[in-house]
């Protein structure tokens, strides 16, 4: 109920838990229900700006949804990064921006 709330007024989730609980899953499986394609990515010390940057490209051109496993593996430089370009990406959906720049 609080995902669905959540997209309602155009917002994301980040379900937090232990190791095992379904996070990931249940993710999938909300995805699948409202007919939305789920890109399930498993994120490492070896992500870059420019790997993550290609793949929420990706998503916002089909409209997909990413689940981001293990993201806290991330370096702070890149999650700082990431962070804006999530920003960005917020920030168009919400004034019905055809395009956009990261």
């Known amino acids: 109920m609080t995902i669905t709330g959540a997209l309602h007024i155009k917002l994301g989730a980040a379900p937090a838990g232990p190791a095992g ?7 999938k499986d909300l995805a699948k229900a409202l007919g939305i394609f789920c890109v ?10 420019k790997m993550m940057e290609k793949l929420f ?13 293990e993201f806290n593996r991330i370096n702070i430089e890149v999650l700082s990064v ?9 920030l168009a959906k919400l004034s019905g921006a055809d395009h956009f720049l990261f």
Do not use: P, R
């Open 21 to 27: 609980t379904g996070k990931t899953e249940s993710t």
């Open 40 to 49: 399930v990515f498993n994120c490492s010390e070896q992500i870059t700006v």
């Open 57 to 69: 490209t990706g998503l916002c051109y089909t409209g997909s949804w990413a689940c981001l496993d």
């Open 82 to 90: 990431i962070a804006q370009q999530v920003l960005q990406i917020k």
